[in-house]
């Protein structure tokens, strides 16, 4: 049986890509199995509690209507507790039944500049580049493939499951950059040879588990599940499809097979994404607790139904996609009102999600010489969280894998926090001090600073 090995074994994994594989082992192709684990030492309850269920457990899906269903999946056979050398992953890894990892480190994981150039102001990619550790997604599979190598085990797929533009590219270029600068150029010569690193659009809304969670399951099927999670009915998955070693027949179960992922991947992270992020912003800034809060507010809804319909959609049509379906339906998922998604979750990293979401459409927009009224609407009500994180009035913990405290320092000190934002090159990259952005923004900024007072 050939064996896809999982890095990043969260909830929207389980919730994701280990069901479409179920769906293919109910549908009695047994061909490919999982296996997974974690590079950090974190998500132990986890692990520990699936490997106490033999690897299985059960996702409960809900539909807008309120409708639950409840779905056993067994598709991940091997779960491997976290050592400091990796060694359970290292194993699986150097195995030639191998034939695929992925991987879902967050957009955040990938350490990757505005010129998709590695930063080396993060202490773990530094401690990972200089040997110390293998943390990070590239120090992990160095590890991993090094193993791999020696072992003879044969090419395979690394395929990336991670909300990121042109993932599987942009990955490899992070990666042959750490096997240069590590100089492990052995490795890296194998690695142009032997594998492939396919771009992918995931998509699926997967809160934190809670108790309540477990207890429904417990009610609906009987049984007492410590690993038990939780995801809208909507599902989506766009591979290219570019697989060195072979692959599921995933499109027999609703992915899609295609050569070019770019329109669909740019529909989803403009149109899903970064309205995400706006309602998570704009709704904790107006007090609410859940996502479903904010897109049932009338303003807070308009205010993302106006970014996507004058901003985005003019930019991206033509697309393959009917966007304004696409639009409405993103806003319906939002809304509903049994995912209990919370701001705090879509609210982290907004220091990656600002230019990876946003900035290129307002880039397109200043390039076309049209306004960016509504979608400075999106980083203005991140300027007021960011404020609002730094003063502590924010009810939650906010996380921000990228953000640089020098740079939060700046724009939370600054007599004009509007000017320091937008100068900011870790969020606006080329287009920080653009004259066009920071007159948008200091409108936009006001209408921010206007709804809060009236939410006060």
């Known amino acids: 049986m050939n064996t896809i090995l ?14 479409y594989l179920q769906w293919l082992h109910d549908a009695g192709d047994h061909a490919w199995q999982l296996a997974g684990g974690n590079l950090r030492p974190d998500g132990e309850a986890l692990i520990e509690a699936l490997q106490g269920q033999n690897c299985s457990y059960t996702l409960e899906t809900v539909t807008p209507q309120g409708e639950r269903a409840y779905k056993r999946i067994d598709s991940i056979q091997q779960v491997v507790s976290w050592d400091k050398d990796l060694s359970g992953l290292t194993a699986i890894a150097a195995d030639a039944n191998t034939k695929i990892i992925s991987f879902t480190v967050t957009e955040a994981g990938y350490y990757l500049d505005a010129q998709d150039q590695l930063d080396h102001s993060y202490a773990d990619l530094v401690s990972d580049l200089n040997g110390d550790t293998c943390c990070t997604i590239y120090g992990g599979l160095s590890r991993l493939l090094s193993a791999r190598q020696a072992a003879n085990g044969g090419p395979l797929t690394l395929m990336n499951c991670d909300n990121l533009r042109h993932n599987g590219r942009r990955f490899m270029k992070g990666f042959v950059q750490f096997l240069e600068q590590s100089k492990q150029l052995d490795l890296l010569s194998w690695v142009k040879q032997n594998t492939t690193s396919p771009n992918a659009m995931v998509d699926r809304i997967t809160p934190r588990p809670t108790a309540a969670v477990a207890e429904r399951v417990l009610a609906a099927t009987g049984m007492q599940d410590n690993a038990a999670l939780m995801a809208e009915s909507f599902i989506q998955w766009v591979i290219e499809d570019n697989f060195i070693a072979g692959r599921p027949a995933w499109e027999n179960v609703g992915a899609e097979l295609v050569q070019d992922v770019t329109p669909y991947e740019e529909a989803k992270i403009r149109l899903l994404n970064a309205t995400h992020s706006c309602i998570a912003w704009a709704g904790t800034l107006a007090g609410f607790s859940f996502i479903h809060e904010g897109t049932l507010d009338p303003e807070i809804r308009q205010f993302a139904y106006d970014y996507v319909s004058d901003d985005v959609i003019p930019v991206l049509t033509p697309c393959p996609l009917n966007l304004k379906e696409y639009r409405d339906v993103v806003l319906d998922r939002f809304a509903n009102p049994d995912i209990l998604d919370t701001n705090g979750r879509v609210s982290m990293d907004g220091y990656s999600k600002l230019p990876g979401f946003i900035l290129p459409t307002i880039r397109q927009r200043l390039g076309r010489g049209e306004s960016i009224a509504a979608v400075a609407m999106l980083p203005a009500f991140f300027l007021e969280f960011l404020l609002r994180v730094n003063k502590g009035q924010i009810p939650y913990p906010y996380e921000d894998q990228l953000a640089d405290p020098k740079s939060v320092k700046t724009i939370c000190e600054a007599t004009e926090p509007v000017t320091a934002f ?34 006060s």
């Open 422 to 455: 937008c100068n900011e090159r870790l969020l606006f990259n080329d287009l920080a001090g653009n004259n066009d952005l920071m007159s948008a923004m200091r409108i936009a900024f006001y209408r921010v600073q206007q709804f809060c007072q009236r939410r």
């Open 6 to 19: 999982h890095l990043g074994l969260g909830s929207f994994h389980r919730a994701h890509q280990a069901l």
